[in-house]
Nanobody, 123 residues
Framework: DVQLVESGGGSVQAGGSLRLFCTFS????????LGWFRQAAGKEREVVAT???????AYADSAKGRFTISKDNAKNSLYLQMNSLKPEDTAMYYC??????????????????WGQGTQVTVS
């Protein structure tokens, strides 16, 4: 049974930093793609960043230069380092996994497994 669990969210002032964590278990597929998504109140969920094998990354324009996605395969962990946070970064952040390569598609429908989310609030 595949499980993804996010943590690390919280409240921070604009300009501050947060590091999100996602631990995943029971995932045996390879290759696979991991991603961070977010959903602000009243808005659709959107991609933030993705990372595949062997570690190729991609970022939404809103995240470029401020956020860094990384993973530790030995610890089955995914991270999102967020710096220079802005109020518009306020959202529920989700980690997700899909079978196969990340590719050029960020379609959420392709992701097979999702965590429950962790709230980030920037004021």
């Amino acid at each position: 049974d595949v499980q993804l669990v996010e943590s690390g969210g919280g409240s921070v002032q604009a300009g501050g930093s947060l590091r999100l964590f996602c631990t995943f278990s029971g995932y045996t597929y390879s290759p696979y793609c991991l991603g961070w998504f977010r959903q602000a109140a009243g808005k659709e969920r959107e991609v933030v960043a993705t990372i595949g094998n062997p570690g190729t990354t991609a970022y939404a324009d809103s995240a470029k230069g401020r956020f860094t996605i990384s993973k530790d395969n030995a610890k089955n962990s995914l991270y999102l380092q967020m710096n220079s946070l802005k109020p518009e970064d306020t959202a529920m952040y989700y980690c997700a996994a899909k079978h196969g390569m990340c590719g050029s598609s960020w379609a959420q429908s392709e992701y097979n497994y999702w965590g429950q989310g962790t709230q980030v609030t920037v004021s």
